[in-house]
């Protein structure tokens, strides 16, 4: 199956017969591509443009492997050493101009409502005009999350990221159940932190006993061929089918997983 293919139809809301009828082939055709059969180039590059993605993205083994290399060289636009030297006015921009993507992967991501105090109501106003909004946070009670804080604050290390990840509950609690926004927690063991607005996404890199804050942040801009982006893509996408949807609780500020 071409999960690329279909998620990509899925998101655009393009049916089987949509495709075929506006690529010049039966629905036959169609469904064998989404059973992994590569189109011919002309229905490849129809496609892409239609679904608004990159042929290489939908298929890649259409992808050589030097132009994969000098793409992926590309995709870096720009290594900021720590996370606070990202601008605070990059991360709006990038919020404000997604149109189908935004998919947040962390254990906490505190900072950004506490730099950006409408952060919360800009990814409950993108989820309402249609933008699918993913937001993974941290399980404060996870083993793999509180080894985590130990490598941070050894000896404290529960409370530590516990803590973080309560006060960024505070914030993203409230986007539970908003339209077109989907909360989830995770145990998963974090090797970067994932932020990704649409073909734009900001890495921020984890080091042992490193806090995030103070690791660098890869600025990544998905180009046709390149293989950084996808593959950070890959990594949120293996993570978020692992987490859990979160209700809320009684207890004012938790989330906690849908049992």
Not at 92 to 115: C, I, N, S, T
Request: overall charge neutral; proline content about 6%.
């Amino acid at each position: 199956m071409n999960e690329r293919l279909r998620s990509a139809m899925a998101t655009r809301g393009i049916t089987v017969e949509a495709l075929a009828a506006h690529v010049g082939v039966d629905g036959k055709t169609v469904e064998r591509w989404l059973l992994g059969r590569t189109p011919h180039p002309r229905h490849r590059w129809v496609t892409a443009a239609l679904l608004r993605e990159d042929e290489t993205y939908v298929w890649p083994e259409t992808t050589n492997p030097i132009r994969a290399l000098t793409a992926s060289s590309g995709e870096l636009v720009c290594l900021y050493p720590r996370r606070p030297d990202v601008p605070k006015d990059l991360w709006w921009k990038l919020l404000m101009e997604a149109r189908y993507h935004v998919d947040l992967l962390a254990y906490g991501a505190a900072f950004l409502p506490d730099q950006l105090p409408s952060w919360t109501e800009g990814l409950r106003a993108k989820g309402a005009s249609g933008c699918q909004v993913r937001i993974a946070l941290g399980d404060p009670e996870h083993p793999v999350v509180i080894a985590r804080g130990e490598e941070e604050q050894p000896g404290n290390g529960k409370a530590w990221i516990g803590s973080r990840i309560r006060l960024a509950q505070v914030h993203y609690e409230t986007l539970v159940g908003a339209q077109g926004v989907h909360v989830h927690v995770h145990g998963t063991t974090l090797y970067n932190s994932i932020y990704r607005f649409d073909d734009v996404m900001l890495v921020n890199a984890h080091a042992y006993t490193v806090p995030a804050y103070d690791a660098p942040v890869f600025h990544l801009r998905r180009l046709d061929g390149g293989m950084i982006f996808d593959t950070y893509l890959r990594s949120f996408e293996a993570a978020w089918a692992k987490s859990t949807p979160c209700v809320l609780c009684e207890e004012p500020s938790l989330v906690r997983a849908v049992s």
